[in-house]
């Protein structure tokens, strides 16, 4: 498959290039920088280490994971609501018995839920981090074997 630019393609191609080599530069120089030196060398390990920063994000990745936390959520909170719905009147007892005990519960069930959303947040971050590094490698291995059909 052959590729063809258009004259306003290649500009805005230039265009692209210089903001992620300014991106570059400025996270080089965020690394590297020393107070009072002028100078920030650029070499091509800083490059090559900073080149596995820099993903293609696609708008489409992230509806998918957000509908299915939303799903989940939507299941737990149902469920949540039933057992609420069985147990109302041993709830309500609790809630109007004795207030240590109350706040004993009422605690470590918080505690208990925001452990869950966290670590279901974490696992769904690494996961969509995992995904994008993914796609970037493949991205890149068509670059090369791109590179290599047209040498």
């Known amino acids: 498959m052959k590729i063809i630019y258009t004259d306003s393609a290649k500009t805005e191609l230039e265009r692209f290039h210089q903001d992620r080599q300014k991106q570059l530069e400025a996270m080089i120089e965020h690394e590297k920088y020393v107070f009072g030196d002028e100078i920030v060398e650029i070499t091509a390990s800083d490059i090559r280490e900073l080149e596995k920063r820099f993903y293609v994000k696609e708008e489409r990745a992230y509806r998918f994971p957000t509908t299915t936390i939303l799903l989940k959520m939507y299941f737990v909170v ?74």
């Open 78 to 151: 149902g469920i949540g609501m039933a057992v609420f719905g069985v147990f109302y009147d041993q709830f309500m007892e609790l809630l109007t018995g004795n207030p240590i005990q109350r706040l004993l519960v009422l605690s470590g069930v918080g505690l208990s839920v925001l452990s869950i959303i966290g670590n279901y947040y974490l696992r769904v971050r690494q996961e969509m981090r995992e995904h994008h590094e993914k796609r970037y490698r493949e991205y890149e291995e068509k670059l090369q074997e791109k590179e290599r059909n047209d040498c």
